[in-house]
């Protein structure tokens, strides 16, 4: 990737994380969307379709944006080198050596692949995932992570010890080992 398009994207990023009211920092690491823009996902399939595709509590996570609970994938502590891929598209998400890790119980990235995602703000209620952990800042609003293909619901970006990280429900990812 060339270094101009490096400094747009950064650009970009920072300039829709400021509008979001998040600071600066998170704007490394979060891709952002543009607001007003309409999204066509390329990997569309009915209520049905998904449910045949996936298992009850991936459909959950994945199509109802709920959250797995923690130390419940074996991927929030995997450490080969390899690729984190969508599970509902097989979209390419994660490089593994962007992978950060925590005792949290969820993979955590430091960042994700180019247009790999959508995002949008969610206000979390007192006590839902980021507010509940030990470790975790205490965060009002933070940005959850879309795959830009098939609109899968894989996790948020989220304050984390003094960063901002991709906390990532497991359930939603491919891993695919670089020695495959």
């Known amino acids: ?3 101009d398009h490096m400094v747009r ?3 970009l990023v920072a300039a829709s994380a400021l509008a979001l009211g998040l600071p600066a920092k998170a704007a490394a690491s979060a891709p952002g969307t543009r607001a007003g823009e ?4 390329s990997a ?3 209520a049905g379709e998904w449910r045949a595709l996936l298992t009850a509590t991936e459909y959950e996570v994945l199509r109802e944006g709920r959250t797995e609970f923690p130390f419940t994938s074996p991927l929030w502590n995997e450490t080969r080198l390899g690729l984190y891929r969508c599970r509902g598209c097989d979209l390419p998400l994660f490089d593994a050596d962007w992978k950060v890790q925590l005792d949290k119980g969820w993979p955590f990235f430091r960042y994700a692949r ?3 995602f959508l995002t949008r703000p969610e206000s979390l209620p007192p006590g839902y995932g980021a507010n509940s952990q030990p470790g975790l800042s205490r965060s009002e609003t933070v940005l959850e992570l879309h795959c830009r293909r098939c609109a899968s619901h894989v996790g948020h970006l989220l304050p984390v010890e003094s960063d901002f990280l991709h906390c990532v429900n497991g359930i939603a990812l491919k891993f695919e080992s670089a020695g495959a």
């Open 44 to 46: 569309a399939r009915s």
């Open 38 to 41: 309409a999204h066509l996902y």
């Open 114 to 116: 180019d247009d790999a």
């Open 9 to 11: 994207r950064s650009f």
């Open 1 to 3: 990737m060339s270094s």
